[in-house]
């Protein structure tokens, strides 16, 4: 199967190209720099590349992420990752590609009130601009399928880590603030607000995910993809606290937290189970050790 | 009030201008030319222009609005339809509007299935790239009042037409059609589908429901603007066709049948009615005597 991802170079998208090199697929890892470069808001550019290297899938990843960052430039946000969205559409429809899929968010579902877990039907109340570019990006995908017939496949991944990630991210950070913290023989780290609730999977479980959504899924369905439990910010950090080598506090930093941010994620991943037989494989405490292994090795440098 | 209109000079933003100047509001009409000209995928100069005006209320019109020609430049109406909204929120954010006015399509709703007439909580299933661009440009709304608390109000304007809507549009084209035959002698007219089924309504009731779901609705909410009456393409051609002056047939052209179109769109307007009073004062029959006189008007030039 020959695989082309956008946004390769990425946390979830260096993931996703080792996922499928040894599944045994031919993959063309796409990103803004490397081998082969393609900026995803050059429409000329895409095409071409779809046009010269034929893929018959293509994974879309490349966005840009940040959820914080998306309030401070919501203009850039829009075109990477909606217009860039479109031209990975229409570029896929002119080269041929059989398939496509397009990542969404749990944050599409944002403020969606008290219900969890959240099923795909739930209603759409984006909150940040980050947000609102992932749910237009999914009706640009949706609209393909239905107006051009165009295959493709859309997936809401719930909040993942996994080492590799930017320590812009909380779990990242909070482990490298404790590797931090044990090699400078501090006695406490900081972190932000306690209380959200997070959906926390692994980026290499929820990989596995994508390539089956888009092979086994049903074109123009959306499946959440997450684990269905919840842990609030204060249960993730006493978790790594628990793990560390010396004994730290946490000190919560007002500064730290978002002004706006979600109360809960929690994901129903019933669709893509039945859908795929698809199985979070990672603990979380698995998936904790590594972060923290990590940080430890990049606190060691 | 003083209130800007973005779009000022299209068909509705015309309709627009004038409802609002005859309600007593203080009126600034912008568009891409003219007096106050600011084009809308210009993010600084949609910036300065709500600093200049410090308007209190906005409706945000701008788009391009043709369902065909979105299938030709999907980048160029996501750029007007979806960056434009962006900035127009943004702008108004920066320039503490009060409140927007945000106007989608009923080809949001796309193919939405046979559960007639459509409630604003009927699944989005956007069909063509126009229809795409609005359900993203709605939801960029629905989060900055969700995100950022600015007041925007969304409707969903189902068909419209009257006077001064260009004739690339179905039935000031019909009209058009008839008023060339009755001069020229013609014994017959085209026509594309019969079947389509629209919410036909006159943009006079439109405007007004524009007015009145931002200033009466709630923030955050959206609206149907619509009849609740279906009717299909050969019937609009056959009352047309009934009030021409000499007898034509009706001949079918399968080049003016779009190969992808919704099959029905009738709407349900309790939600705003409940909120607004909001009736139409229009029947179908004086509407359609008022395109087809302008029709007459335009042939006789």
């Known amino acids: 199967m020959k695989a082309l991802v956008t946004g390769a170079s990425g946390f979830a998208g260096r993931h996703l190209v080792a996922h499928l090199t040894e599944a045994g697929d031919s993959v063309i890892a796409c990103d ?6 393609v900026d ?3 429409r000329d550019a895409v095409h071409q590349a779809f046009a010269r290297f034929q893929p018959e899938v293509v994974y879309h990843l490349a966005a840009l992420t940040h959820v914080g960052d998306s309030w401070n430039e919501p203009q850039a946000v829009l075109r990477v990752n909606v217009e860039g969205t479109l031209n990975v559409l229409d570029a896929a429809q002119a080269a041929g590609v059989r398939r496509v899929l397009v990542v969404g968010s749990a944050e599409e579902y944002g ?6 877990p959240l099923r795909e039907d ?4 984006p909150n940040s601009p980050y947000a609102a570019t992932k749910v237009a990006a999914s009706y640009l995908a949706l609209q393909a399928y239905l ?36 090699r400078d023989g501090h006695d406490h780290i900081t972190v932000g607000s306690l209380d959200p609730v997070r959906d926390i999977n692994d980026v290499r479980d929820i990989v596995r995910a994508y390539r089956l959504a888009v092979l086994e899924g049903e074109p123009g369905a959306v499946y959440n993809v997450c684990s269905g439990a919840g842990h609030s910010v204060g249960e993730i950090a006493a978790a790594l606290l628990a793990r560390a080598r010396v004994r730290l506090r946490l000190v919560q930093d007002p500064n730290l937290v978002r002004p706006v941010d979600v109360p809960s ?30 940080a430890r090795a990049n606190a060691a440098r």
Chains 1, 2 share one sequence.
């Open 40 to 42: 995803i808001v050059d």
């Open 111 to 116: 403020r969606a009130g008290t219900e969890y």
């Open 147 to 182: 107006g051009a017939g165009l295959e493709t496949v859309r997936v809401r991944a719930f909040n993942h880590t996994g080492p590799g990630q930017t320590d812009r991210f909380l779990i990242p950070a909070l482990a490298r603030r404790i590797a931090e913290a044990e």
């Open 32 to 37: 803004r720099a490397g081998v082969d470069a």
């Open 122 to 125: 739930a209603p759409l109340l």
């Open 265 to 294: 994620l929690i994901g129903d991943a019933s669709r893509l189970r039945a859908a795929t037989k698809w199985q979070p494989a990672f603990t979380l405490e698995a998936t904790l050790v590594a972060v923290l292994d990590e």
